[in-house]
Every structure is written in C-alpha cells, then in structure tokens.
C-alpha cells in the first residue's frame, strides 16, 4: 500500500517507510500484549493455578522433566498410575508441551530469574498464544499483504475458539500445537511462494515441533498434500512446489519418526499413505515433464504409453498386497471417527463419552467465531478473485477445516486460525476499496471510476466494518470472561445477597489424601479424576484420562456399579485402599459421578455382558434416583457412596431430607449400612466423599 | 517406435546438457544405486532393527531428492533467480539437518 506524500504526513521529518515500519510495529506490539493480557481472566479472579484434569497430568511430567532430566524422562515408566499395569508414559505422550516448558523454566532459572515451574505452566499458553498471533501475521501476509496480516493477527487475538484452549492456566497441547501448526503452515506457504530450499527446510523444523507437541499433526501431513494434488489437478504445478513438497515430505517423515509415540507409523499407517502417494505422483510428473523435453513428441508419447501401464501395474499391485497382508494399517478408531461419525457412538462408548468429541452446533460456530462465521465466506470470494498459489493453500485449510469443526466440537479451534484469515482477507480488501472511496483522489489513473455519493458509501461502509469490529471485541471479552475462564478445579457461585462462595473442596480431599493416607496407598476413582489425583494427592490410580485399557477402565465401572459384595471382589482383586467419588447433591454441582453413571454401566457392558443398562432405569425406562429408580441402581456401591448421610440432610427450603439437588428428587434409598466401605473424609460442601475399604475381620 | 530409437534420441538430446548438470547427475544415479541397494539387502535379510534401515534409506532418498532440487534451482531452464552459491547453500543446511536426523535415528 502506499502511504501519502510526507507533506500531509502526521509525523514530519520520518519518511513514508519508516513511517510505516512504526506503525506496523506499534500495532503488533499491542496485539502481542494483547493476546497475552486477555487470558489471565482466572489468574486475576482465583490465583495461579493449573485448570482442568489434562493439564494436571502435564504439569506432573514437567516437574518430572526438570527434576530428573532429559533422558530419564524419555525413559520413564509410571508405576503410580493404572495399578497394576503401570503406563510407560516416555513412550505414549507428545513431549514437546513439557520440552517447551521445562526450556522456558531453564532458561529464566540461568538469568536468575526465579520462577516457580507451576507459574511457568500456568502462563506459557498465553505466551505462545502472543507468538501465535506474530505467526499469523507472517501467513496472511505472506497469502496477500502485510494489512491483511495486521487484521488477522488482531482477530486471533482475541478469537474465542482459540482462547478456550489457551487461558492462563490451560497448560495442555493445544496450548502450543496451534502455534506450531501456523509456523508450520506458514513457513510452508512461504516455501511454495519462493521455492528456496532453506525455507522448506525450516518448514520441516516446525512440522517436527508440531509432531512433538500434538497428535493433530496428522492434519498438516494429510492436507499439504491434499492441497499438492489440488495443484496438480488444477495445473498449477510448478518447480517451486515440487522443491517444497519433496523436501518437506522426506525430512518431515524421517523427523517424525524421532518422537517414540509416533515410531514407524509415519511410514505403516494409512493416516500417512496419502502423503506418500502424492510424493510418488510428483515424482512422477516431474519426471514425465523432464522427459518431455528430452524426446520429440512422438517418442515420448510412445515411452508416455509403456510407463503408465508399467507404473499403474507396479502401484496396483503394492497397495492390494500392503492392505490384503495388513502390513497397511487401518484407519485407527480416533480419526476414522472423524470420517465415519456413527462409528464412535456404536463401537467406542468411550470415544463417544467425552464430551469435547460430540457434533458442534450451530450456536458454538456464533459463539466461538462471532462475525467471522459470515466473513469467512467472503474472504473465500476475494480469494477465488484472484487466485495464487499461497490463496489456493488458506482456502483447502478453510474448506477442510469448516467440515473437521462441523465434526468435533474440540476442533473448533482448528478453523479459528483459518477464519481469521480469510476474514481479514474480507475485511482488509472491503476497508481498501472504501478507504479509497473517502481520501481525496491524488493520483487520477484511467481506471478509477469516480461516481455521485462515492465519498458518503464509503462512510458508510467504513462506520459500519467498524462497529461490527467493535461489537467483536466486546464479544470476545465477554466470552473470555464467562465462559472459558473457569478454572474447573475451583468453583465459585454467587449467593442471593451477591456475596461469592468459593468451592474448594477438590484440592481439599486431595490434600487430605497427600497427608492422610500411607504413601503407597492405592485409590479408585472413575478416570476423570485420575490426573488430578496423582498430580496434587500423589498417590497410586488405577484408572486416568489417558483411557488407554478399556478393559481396566471397565472393571472400575463394573465396581461402582455392582453391588456391595460383588464391588468387594473386584476391589480386593485390584488392591484398592481408598475410593473416592464427586457428589453434586448438596451444591447442585453437575458434572458429578451420578450424572456419569451411566457411561459407567455402558463401558463396564461392553467389557462384561453381565453388565446390562436397562438394569439400572427403572421400570418405565427412565434414570432415577428417587423411589421409582430400580433397585440394582438403588443398590449399587456408586450411589450408596454417594448418598451415604445423605438421607438425614436438609439440602433446601421447604425440601425433605435428602433432596438432591441435581436431580431435583428426593433420594429413594435412605436407610442403608455400608459394609464393605467405610467413610473417612467428605469434603466442606459433600463435593468429594473418600471412603476407605475395610479390612477382612480378624475371625472368619 | 523401438524401445532403442527411442532411447538413442533421448542420449543424443542428453549429450547436450552442460557438465555441471552431468556431474549432479552421476551423484543422482550413485545415490539411486545405493538406495536400491539397502532395499534388496532390507528384503533379503529382513527388517529387524528397523530404525536403522528406514534412516539408512531416507537418508538415500532425501539426498536424492535434495540434489534433484538443486539441479532445478541452478539448471539452464530454472525459473528462478537464484545465485549458484546461494542454492549450494541452502542444499547444505537442508542435508545437514537431514544427516543429524539420520544420525540420531540410527541406533
């Protein structure tokens, strides 16, 4: 863009570029403080604390990394988690989130800068949430100009679907793998722009920070070569693309490669095929476009025709043999759930359970993205105006990345990156063609049409983009400071007279469990909870988030949800000492194991046919917990837990004892001894009962 | 036309390339034959430390690939404006981090 003459100029003496450099550096500057300030809603509220249960069981590996060291970290095998299998936890995490840490935390401990490994945690995804907005920059100037890059850094900023993984406090992969996916893409469109092999070299470093920080990398390798062979297709094949992809592939496979929980599946699995097949059929372009010029045209139509049919048959053949001996694997259940929605909620109950893995609706679109959901398409129309390499790259992300967030609601913060790109394409090319519209035309070419009320639309225009921004930022903050900076481990509600309460009572049982219970003392509890525990309590689980044994996690559900002496066994069998459950009833919390005792039942069922659902409705086929509810839920170890006391407390004016709150219902199983269990510590507000198990008696 | 006619057209066409293509070209078929080499050996005598064929081989592969690139950037028909030094350059750095990696994941 150029800037006007230096005589209008509103600072003298600097001229127009460096002006402009100011400027832009001024501006970034404050998007970067920006996107960091933003997220520190729950750091201002509560205190510096790790949110939610992933991140728990990250801060436990930094601390561990820091502690131990490097190799010893690689090598560490879990013996306090999923007792009694253990979990061989170097080999089956994505390090790069704990590397990242632990390197910020030397890094300031060398300057003699002390800061405490959880502050680190806690602030590092704001941080690269800052870094990310710089990135997007690059990109989008590198897809048109540099103020579309300002436009989009501004909107990602602050763009709800991103800060919903990335609040201070959020210490979890998305943190960092949403950075390094656009450093990835990015350096990627500037090595497809140029075709320098220094740039796709470093397109390699980021996809390989990628791969160490998320398992989402499967998204660059299938969709850089979906866009490769939308090029092919299209005919824009150039050198320039072909140095970037093969370079990319080759080095991108082998440093993949690097990171154990990856291995050989980059080269065995079908989630990599496509890449590899797209690589072959470069290949082979390049090669036949080489021997073009090499022959006259009737000889190579001659040699053309021997081989494709040679080529075809060799193909053919590999990929019959690959998948018909199994050495190809399958789509595994994770991402051919993305492909095949159903096949989640029939085969995987565990999959389908989690509530980040359901379809997104139309309102978390509004919500998450606000008016970029109607910018985007625009910024697809300007795209398809003019179309380049770089333009065809953002709109295969976009596309793709619209069907992936329709499909998981946890994507959802893969489209944010897009679509603040492709609106600030829209934004940036609508603001050029009016801000034109209103400044006096200096320089009359053949080309500009000037018209009546030219000067009035363009206000208009322009007052309109404006208060649309602004009417985004208010959303944003709002939505920053409502919905997605709840630290989850600390509750807070707002009594009648506006005073707060503050519901600590997670980190109290686990504290009571840190200093009340021996050290190698083994707790059961459903998986949620499991990286909280050993995290904060540091004591032996049996079962955690990372769901790895559906059949382990099943025998805990078949405990919870038989009866006593039946849940005895299987404790027993297990070596349990404590239990613990999260109980809603008094404080009306909702997510407690009530309200998820029937994923329970169905996992257990799916391991155990004994197990059978329709058990635990009652007769008219609902869930309840009141009178009508069936006996084998009135009887099992879950709700005697839960409920335990409970029949004798007031929970609510003009309510009879024993009103669950949750439910709304009075319970129906007052009156019943533990005998198998008994309750050694409830928490201030009931929400977290511990129960230890009892020992056998002395006589028989 | 004959598989020979056509292969004798296509020598006498490649006779003409200049010697700095024909040089990177003899490099290309060394590494190609190298490739092919620990792939027949993989087959023959299995795959057991698996990690140590798969660098071994892309290390082949990627030096290939990066050499092709080189001969693209630097040959008379190159759609960029590059210097010499400047490409040789670049084909360096990628084939240093290509051989730490292989390096590494030797065993």
């Known amino acids: 863009m150029k800037a006007i003459t230096a005589n209008n100029s509103f600072l003298r003496g600097i001229s127009e570029n460096k002006q402009e450099f100011l400027l832009k550096f001024l501006i970034l500057g404050l998007i970067y403080a920006l996107a960091f300030f933003t997220r520190l809603y729950s750091v201002l509220r509560y205190e510096s604390v790790i949110h939610e249960f992933d991140p728990y069981f990250n801060f436990r590996s930094t601390k561990y990394l820091v502690n131990e060291g490097f190799y010893n970290f690689l090598n560490w095998f879990d013996d306090k988690s999923w007792y009694p299998l253990g979990r061989i936890v170097g080999g089956t995490i994505y390090p790069g989130l704990m590397m990242t840490a632990a390197a910020v935390f030397w890094v300031l401990n060398h300057f003699h800068i002390t800061v405490n490994i959880r502050n680190v945690c806690v602030l590092l995804a704001p941080w690269f949430a800052s870094n990310t907005a710089m990135i997007t920059y690059f990109m989008a100037k590198e897809t048109k100009n540099s103020s579309t890059g300002l436009v989009a850094a501004a909107l990602i900023a602050i763009v709800p679907g991103y800060i919903s993984r990335s609040v201070a406090g959020s210490f979890d992969n998305e943190g960092i793998a949403i950075f390094t996916l656009l450093l990835t893409y990015g350096f990627w469109v500037k090595s497809v722009n140029t075709g320098s092999i220094l740039w796709s070299a470093l397109t390699t470093l980021a996809y390989f920070y990628m791969v160490s920080a998320w398992g989402g990398y499967i998204f660059i390798i299938n969709l850089i070569p979906l866009y490769t062979l939308v090029m092919l297709v299209t005919g824009r094949f150039s050198e320039r693309l072909y140095i970037a992809y093969c370079t990319f592939y080759t080095i991108g496979t082998l440093l993949s490669m690097q990171i154990t929980f990856v291995g050989f599946q980059a080269v065995q699995s079908s989630e990599h095929m496509a890449a590899f097949g797209v690589f072959g059929l470069l290949q082979i372009h390049s090669f036949i476009n080489w021997a073009r010029t090499q022959l006259s045209p009737r000889a190579f139509a001659r040699f053309f025709r021997i081989s494709i049919t040679a080529f075809a048959a060799l193909v053919g053949s590999a990929l019959v043999l690959g998948l018909a001996t199994g050495y190809i694997s399958p789509w595994t259940g994770r991402f051919y759930a993305l492909l095949n929605f159903t096949y989640a909620k029939d085969n995987i109950p565990i999959i389908a359970s989690v509530s980040e893995h359901q379809p997104t609706t139309w309102a978390s679109f509004f919500f998450d993205l606000h008016i970029l959901v109607f910018f985007m398409p625009a910024g697809l129309y300007y795209s398809f105006t003019k179309l380049n390499d770089a333009n065809i790259f953002v709109v295969c992300y976009g596309i793709t990345s619209v069907y992936f967030a329709g499909v998981m609601v946890r994507l959802m913060l893969v489209l944010a990156p897009v679509a603040c790109i492709l609106s600030a394409i829209a934004i940036s090319s609508t603001l050029e063609t009016w801000m034109k519209a209103i400044k006096p035309n200096l320089r009359k070419t053949k080309n500009t049409v000037e018209y009546t009320g030219q000067k009035e639309i363009g206000y208009v225009v322009v007052t309109g983009m404006t208060v649309m921004l602004m009417l985004y930022v208010f959303h944003c903050s709002w939505v920053t400071s409502e919905a997605y900076s709840s630290p989850s481990i600390v509750l807070a509600a707002n009594q009648p007279d506006g005073s707060r309460i503050i519901f600590d009572d997670f980190r109290e049982a686990y504290r009571w469990l840190a200093y009340n219970t021996a050290e190698d003392a083994r707790v059961m509890s459903w998986w949620d909870y499991g990286y909280q525990i050993s995290a904060m309590a540091n004591r032996t689980i049996l079962v955690d988030n990372n769901t ?114 949750v439910r709304s219902v009075e319970i129906g199983n007052k009156d019943f001894s533990l005998n198998v269990v008994e309750e050694v510590y409830t928490t201030q507000h009931w929400l977290v009962r511990i129960y230890k198990v009892k020992d056998q008696d002395n006589r028989a | 036309m004959e598989v020979k006619q056509i292969f004798d057209e296509f020598w006498t066409n490649y006779s003409k390339t200049p010697q700095l293509l024909r040089i990177i070209d003899v490099f290309l078929g060394y590494i190609l034959l190298t490739g092919i080499i620990q792939f027949v050996y993989c087959a023959l005598v299995g795959t057991f430390p698996f990690n140590s064929f798969l660098s071994g081989f892309i290390s082949t592969v990627g030096s290939f690939i990066l050499t092709v690139c080189l001969r693209i950037q630097i040959g008379p028909r190159s759609p960029f404006k590059i210097t010499k030094q400047k490409a040789f350059f670049d084909y360096l750095l990628a084939n240093f981090i290509l051989h730490l990696w292989v390096m590494n994941f030797m065993g």
Not at chain 1, 615 to 632: H, K, L, N, W
Request: aromatic share 14%; net charge negative.
């Open chain 1, 548 to 661: 790895w044994n559906n059949t382990h996690i099943a025998q805990v559900g078949k405990a919870m949800a038989s009866n006593e002496e039946n849940a005895l066994k299987i404790m027993r069998q297990l070596d349990v000492d404590y239990v613990l459950v999260i109980f809603g009833g008094l404080t009306g919390y909702a997510s407690d194991d009530i309200n998820k005792f029937l994923w329970m039942v169905r996992i257990a069922g799916s391991a155990d046919p004994n197990v059978v659902e329709s058990d635990y409705f009652s007769p008219e086929g609902a869930f309840r917990v009141d009178s009508e509810g069936s006996s084998t839920m009135l009887n099992s170890l879950m709700y005697k837990m839960c409920y335990w006391r409970f029949g004798s407390v007031y929970t609510d004016y003009g309510k009879p004892p024993g009103f669950d709150r």
